[in-house]
């Protein structure tokens, strides 16, 4: 029977973690790791959006000039690269409440989402979160952070011998706990960075930021059942609320200015 060389599992382990940590910053300092490029992400991104257009029947008229009014005052505060691209803006007739998102300059709705999102603050609450991960490049580091970890539990299986029982059981363990110990709590930190990043541009845009914290109390309304936290891709809807809060001086303020600069948005809701 072959058993683990601790010292070469440690390296192994220290050298992938080390990875998931390096090469550059998100725009809240947070360091990323990054393997794809801007013309692979916008392929990607132009591909699921039509996607989406096939299997989803678009919304009528007035949701549609609703959305893209709100859309269009998020995306003129972004930075000057992506204010550049030609945003593509879609409402889909969908129950579900969902948004989106992608790289390459593409945002979707279901007009669901517009039964939640009760007023164009909230839903510029809805929107400016889904942007904040594609400025973030949340898609480029999750897919860069899974293909680094199946790459080291690949490494890993190798100098270990998984082609024991005690093998294969200990690299089951140690698939769940790159699940839960890597991959998880990226995902939930992203959502809570894109709330950050949404906060600042749904201010600066003109949008009060404190119906940030009334959109995500109506998402709590109408969900169902979550998970634990710690097996979730998401924060918990209290965490989200509190972090929403924390940084809502900094955001009243920012908001103020754009009232005072003139930036004061009027999407008709219908």
């Not at 050298?15 to 910053?25: D, I, P, S």
């Not at 909230?122 to 999750?142: F, I, P």
């Not at 809570?192 to 109506?218: C, H, K, Y």
Request: aromatic content about 6%; charged content about 15%.
């Amino acid at each position: 029977m072959r058993w683990f060389r601790p010292l070469a599992v440690t390296a192994l382990c220290t050298t992938l973690l080390a990875g998931l940590a390096a090469c550059t910053t998100s725009p809240t300092g947070r360091s990323q790791l990054l393997l794809m490029s801007n013309e692979q992400l916008g392929e990607m991104g132009a591909k699921a959006f039509d996607q989406y257009q096939q299997k989803l029947p678009a919304a009528d008229a007035p949701n549609q000039r609703y959305v893209q009014c709100v859309a269009q005052a998020i995306v003129a505060e972004l930075p000057a690269e992506q204010r550049r691209q030609n945003w593509e803006v879609e409402v889909f007739q969908a129950d579900e409440p969902n948004a989106f998102a992608l790289p390459g300059g593409y945002m979707g709705v279901n007009s669901g989402m517009l039964k939640v999102a009760e007023n164009q603050a909230q839903l510029a609450t809805v929107l400016g979160h889904e942007v904040g991960h594609v400025l973030a490049n949340h898609a480029n580091e999750r897919a860069s952070t899974e293909n680094a970890t199946e790459l080291g539990l690949s490494v890993l299986s190798s100098a270990s011998g998984v082609d024991s029982a005690s093998g294969e059981q200990l690299m089951g363990l140690l698939g769940m706990g790159a699940q839960y110990g890597i991959l998880l709590p990226f995902s939930r930190r992203h959502e809570s960075e894109a709330d950050t990043i949404g906060l600042e541009l749904m201010a600066n845009a003109g949008f009060d930021p404190r119906e940030s914290v009334a959109l995500w109390q109506n998402m709590q309304r109408a969900g169902g059942s979550a998970p634990p936290e710690w097996m979730s891709t998401h924060p918990s809807q209290g965490q989200r609320i509190s972090g929403l809060e924390a940084g809502m001086p900094q955001a009243l303020d920012a908001y103020e200015n754009a009232r005072s600069a003139g930036r004061t948005p009027n999407c008709s809701r219908p």
